[in-house]
């Protein structure tokens, strides 16, 4: 996975689709966060294009929250952590499966 690199609208589909995993956004309820929100690095290190960090940073974004957006009233919030087991467990596993298949479309 390090060894593929996504240019921007990849990771963005990729972004998009793992907020649709964790919010289940629609017209009326949209997700709190953005895309570019969930792609934003929180090490330096972490800003590299390969699907690997594009993985890793919309992992820790998604799983540790602390991220700043708006309700759908339109007030602030911040994301929560998941902090239930079977929750991490899936969004992960969905994760992996969404990472996986974009690495076998690229191959």
């Known amino acids: 996975m390090r060894a593929i690199t996504l240019d921007e609208g990849e990771a ?36 590299r294009p390969d699907l690997w960090s594009v ?20 007030r602030r919030q911040q994301t929560r952590p998941v902090q239930g087991i079977d929750s991490d467990v899936r969004l992960n596993r969905a994760l992996w499966m969404l990472a996986d298949g974009l690495r076998q479309l690229k191959a």
């Open 12 to 47: 963005e589909v990729f972004a998009r689709s793992a907020l649709a995993l964790k919010y289940d956004p629609t017209d009326n309820k949209p997700a709190p966060i953005t895309e570019s929100q969930i792609l934003m690095p929180r090490r330096f290190d972490d800003r």
């Open 55 to 74: 993985f890793n940073r919309t992992q820790e974004n998604l799983t540790k929250g602390g991220l700043h957006g708006r309700s759908a009233n339109g």
